[in-house]
């Protein structure tokens, strides 16, 4: 709480918190580069250059705050002192852990609630995009009780949108395995819950998949085809079907998913020398000496499964051939 209040205090002043000639550590002055070179594309070239700020492993308020004070010292958010505030880029949080998940809606409607950052929305057509994350989400905690978390996380932001008065757009993270949220993108846009389209989303395409859906001009245009089918159907119709029973189906998949999470917590979180056997059967660190990703194989010089990235952790035990990823615990 105390953190939030001094954030929220600092978005409303135009007070710089850095100096030409003030000396910071390695990691603060790269941060601040990285800021400064992303405010030089919006004053060049446009808002449209970096349309959005996204916040991995967002898990409070005050992470969405900080990326706002970050903002505002680069000049990009505009505090509004005696005026609305203004920013052109949008601050996006990325829930990725099940925990997150299941938070993120208490975590939209507390930012929401705080003055300065409800103006900053408005000022953007009161729109706002929250990220989720299927690849941490799954690595967490399963194939099963991930999906069913990103379900429930779902229906709970339409419903904090919808109290709040914000048009919310969901931007899902899906990867191209299975294990990270894979599949096809007509039956997985008809999957999302009712309300959680309403005319447009956002999805991640990559890596090989990119090459596999729009190398040939005419393969491109019907994939652009499914993609706008689905979210037309998914707006217009009742995709889901269960009606009243919905109640009753949910506690369903709640149950399934809890005991599914345990058993997948059970071999990957609980079960000594897995992190060692998980490094001697699959070529992990050989994937992570390779100089091919856009970023480092894990978050942080440690071993923990959870600070290590996603896209590594898939690809180790599909060269050994294990699915692991995909189906344990389902």
């Not at 399963?142 to 379900?151: D, I, R």
């Not at 998949?209 to 998914?234: C, F, G, M, Q, W």
């Amino acid at each position: 709480a105390d953190r939030v209040e001094l954030l929220s205090a600092e978005l409303t002043t135009r007070r710089p918190l850095t100096s030409s000639d003030a000396e910071f550590s390695e990691l603060t002055t790269k941060e601040l580069a990285i800021m400064a070179a992303g405010a030089k594309a919006v004053r060049v070239l446009g808002a449209g250059a970096v349309p959005n700020y996204i916040i991995s492993m967002c898990t409070s308020v005050s992470d969405m705050l900080e990326a706002a004070v970050l903002l505002k010292e680069v000049g990009v958010l505009d505090p509004g002192v005696g005026s609305e505030p203004s920013c052109p880029i949008g601050i996006v949080p990325l829930f990725e852990t099940i925990e997150d998940l299941q938070g993120g809606a208490d975590t939209l409607l507390a930012t929401l609630d705080i003055p300065i950052y409800r103006a900053i929305v408005r000022s953007r057509g009161d729109t706002q995009e929250v990220m989720l994350g299927y690849s941490d989400s799954n690595k967490d905690g399963g194939y099963l009780a991930a999906n069913w978390a990103l379900y429930r996380a779902e229906l709970d932001l339409v419903d904090a949108a919808r109290k709040s008065g914000i048009r919310l757009r969901l931007f899902h993270g899906r990867g191209g395995t299975v294990g990270r949220g894979g599949g096809p993108s007509y039956e997985a846009i008809l999957a999302q819950p009712p309300g959680a389209v309403a005319g447009s989303l956002r999805i991640t395409e990559q890596g090989e998949v990119i090459a596999a859906k729009y190398a040939e001009p005419r393969l491109a245009h019907r994939n652009l085809e499914t993609l706008i089918a689905a979210t037309i159907e998914s707006t217009l119709l009742d995709v889901e079907g269960l009606g009243s029973d919905a109640d009753a189906a949910y506690a369903v998949l709640d149950e399934l998913a809890a005991l599914a999470r345990t058993a997948y917590s059970e071999l990957v979180h609980d079960t000594p020398g897995f992190v060692q056997y998980f490094e001697a059967s699959t070529p992990v660190a050989e994937i992570g000496a390779l100089n091919i990703g856009s970023r480092p194989a894990s978050r942080k010089q440690t071993k923990a499964i959870s600070d290590l990235r996603a896209i590594p952790w898939v690809l180790s035990w599909s060269q050994s051939r294990v699915m692991l990823p995909g189906w344990y615990g389902t």
